[in-house]
């Protein structure tokens, strides 16, 4: 355990980082699941609203620093391929 008082502040905000990314992470885990469900069913219409509501909340996480930009991107890229095939 940390001795130093600062140390102890950096252990304290790194547990309240870590359960706010974590949330951040779990809504983002689910709506990506929702999505890729969606796409594997029939309905059109119901797979683009998750797969439009899923990259929002890959863009949300790449902005609150728990995903890269980069790699945002790429997962919005590939969701969006999915739905493009998914169409024709």
């Not at 547990?15 to 969606?38: E, G, M, Q, W």
């Not at 902005?63 to 945002?72: D, F, P």
């Amino acid at each position: 355990m940390a001795q130093h008082k600062s140390a102890k502040k950096r252990a304290r905000q790194n547990v309240a980082r870590r359960d706010r990314n974590r949330t951040v992470r779990s809504r983002l885990k689910t709506a990506v699941k929702y999505a890729r469900a969606a796409l594997s069913g029939t309905d059109g219409d119901a797979s683009r609203d998750a797969v439009r509501s899923a990259e929002r909340e890959i863009r949300k996480a790449a902005s609150k620093g728990v995903l890269t930009k980069k790699q945002a991107s790429r997962r919005v890229s590939r969701l969006a391929r999915q739905l493009n095939t998914a169409k024709s």
